[in-house]
């Protein structure tokens, strides 16, 4: 049987559109954006289209994808007061409604205005409702994300006897405000970038301003902003994109999944980069003497923690000469093997 011929099974293809007007600026129609938006988002399920009218007067246009809003806040904060109360008095139904939107109804959300198919269809996959008004060139976004996300907890790699019991999550803003608890100061930054044609992920690179190297700083913003991936799905794709010595069988970066490491590193004048969907983070540059550390090494004295830290070096010598030394010696000199 011939399943793509004639007798066979058709197959759905997208309707074709091109990357004309998916680029191009939105339209005072709302029904011409609607027709626009259904063909971006052809075959997905989850993007929901609610159209509604204001007393009789004026239309909207709800586009958000289903399950990474809070239905709730947009319904208490938004649609109920312009469904039973209407515009403010004074107020145009066409110039001001976006203006209106963003400074009464939505004063406790973050929004934007875009104008941009393209950007508008990316917030909207990020968790963001966007608004369309008739005769408006200018669609609102808001950002009402929710969705399930994984609690802090206690890192189960890491594990301290004294210090901090919480662990970095795969949402990049819990991470970014553990990082903010701890350093109460404008001096640490944060510069956002996307990474990945197709996941558009966020990839944060924190650092103390006045602290770290500006050489370091300059070349670890220039490795991430030259990654060209078409996704992202976790930090090791950044870890082997930004490395300098691809076979070096030692790590080059620091990966850990505690704040407190990472603000200790910050303190050390180094980086860190977080990336949206993973606990782990990256913290450059990372010297061989690094992997031999361990988080209590912060919180203990100084005689006790470097007492520690000898033992760990001479162990760690001792692991990789003595199996050498057995082996030279029972196969090339067992004389020098006593019998028993």
Same mark, same amino acid.
């Given at each position: 049987?011939?399943?793509?011929?004639?007798?066979?099974?058709?197959?759905?293809?997208?309707?074709?559109?091109?990357?004309?007007?998916?680029?191009?600026?939105?339209?005072?129609?709302?029904?011409?954006?609607?027709?626009?938006?259904?063909?971006?988002?052809?075959?997905?399920?989850?993007?929901?289209?609610?159209?509604?009218?204001? *007393?009789?007067?004026?239309?909207?246009?709800?586009?958000?994808?289903?399950?990474?809003?809070?239905?709730?806040?947009?319904?208490?904060?938004?649609?109920?007061?312009?469904?039973?109360?209407? #515009?403010?008095?004074?107020?145009?139904?066409?110039?001001?409604?976006?203006?209106?939107?963003?400074?009464? #109804?939505?004063?406790?959300?973050?929004?934007?205005?875009?104008?941009?198919?393209?950007?508008?269809?990316?917030?909207?996959?990020?968790?963001?409702?966007?608004?369309?008004?008739?005769?408006?060139?200018?669609?609102?976004?808001?950002?009402?994300?929710?969705?399930?996300?994984?609690?802090?907890?206690?890192?189960?790699?890491?594990?301290?006897?004294?210090? !901090?019991?919480?662990?970095?999550?795969?949402?990049?803003?819990?991470?970014?405000?553990?990082?903010?608890?701890?350093?109460?100061?404008?001096?640490?930054?944060?510069?956002?970038?996307?990474?990945?044609?197709?996941?558009?992920?966020?990839?944060?690179?924190?650092?103390?301003?006045?602290?770290?190297?500006?050489?370091?700083?300059?070349?670890?913003?220039?490795?991430?902003?030259?990654?060209?991936?078409?996704?992202? #799905?976790?930090?090791?794709?950044?870890?082997?994109?930004?490395?300098?010595?691809?076979?070096?069988?030692?790590?080059?970066?620091?990966?850990?999944?505690? !704040?407190?490491?990472?603000?200790?590193?910050?303190?050390?004048?180094?980086?860190?980069?977080?990336?949206?969907?993973?606990?782990?983070?990256?913290?450059?540059?990372?010297?061989?003497?690094?992997?031999?550390?361990?988080?209590?090494?912060?919180?203990?004295?100084?005689?006790?923690?470097?007492?520690?830290?000898?033992?760990?070096?001479? #162990?760690?010598?001792?692991?990789?000469?003595?199996?050498?030394?057995?082996?030279?010696?029972?196969?090339? *000199?067992?004389?020098?093997?006593?019998?028993?």
């Amino acid at each position: 049987m011939d399943l793509f011929g004639k007798r066979g099974l058709k197959l759905n293809t997208a309707p074709k559109l091109s990357s004309e007007n998916v680029s191009q600026n939105i339209s005072s129609d709302i029904m011409e954006n609607e027709k626009i938006l259904k063909h971006v988002f052809h075959l997905c399920s989850d993007i929901i289209f609610r159209e509604m009218t204001i *007393h009789g007067q004026t239309k909207l246009l709800l586009v958000y994808a289903e399950g990474m809003i809070d239905a709730n806040l947009i319904t208490s904060n938004v649609l109920k007061p312009l469904m039973y109360s209407g #515009l403010p008095q004074g107020l145009g139904a066409i110039d001001s409604l976006a203006q209106m939107c963003e400074q009464e #109804l939505f004063s406790i959300l973050q929004t934007k205005k875009l104008s941009n198919f393209e950007d508008i269809a990316e917030q909207v996959l990020k968790g963001s409702v966007a608004f369309f008004a008739n005769g408006e060139t200018v669609a609102l976004l808001a950002k009402a994300e929710k969705f399930e996300t994984r609690s802090i907890e206690e890192s189960g790699n890491e594990p301290t006897i004294r210090g !901090p019991r919480e662990s970095f999550t795969e949402k990049l803003q819990t991470n970014i405000t553990m990082l903010r608890r701890i350093f109460a100061t404008p001096k640490l930054k944060m510069e956002t970038f996307k990474i990945g044609k197709l996941t558009k992920t966020d990839v944060v690179v924190t650092y103390i301003d006045g602290i770290v190297s500006e050489s370091v700083l300059n070349e670890v913003r220039k490795s991430v902003e030259q990654i060209q991936l078409d996704g992202i #799905l976790e930090s090791g794709y950044i870890e082997e994109s930004i490395e300098t010595s691809r076979y070096s069988p030692f790590p080059q970066m620091l990966n850990t999944e505690r !704040p407190d490491v990472v603000a200790a590193g910050l303190l050390e004048g180094r980086a860190a980069i977080l990336t949206n969907g993973t606990p782990f983070a990256l913290v450059v540059p990372m010297t061989f003497w690094s992997g031999l550390q361990a988080p209590d090494d912060y919180y203990e004295r100084f005689i006790f923690v470097s007492l520690n830290r000898w033992v760990r070096y001479v #162990l760690a010598l001792f692991s990789v000469l003595f199996p050498s030394i057995y082996v030279a010696l029972t196969n090339f *000199h067992p004389e020098m093997v006593p019998p028993n």
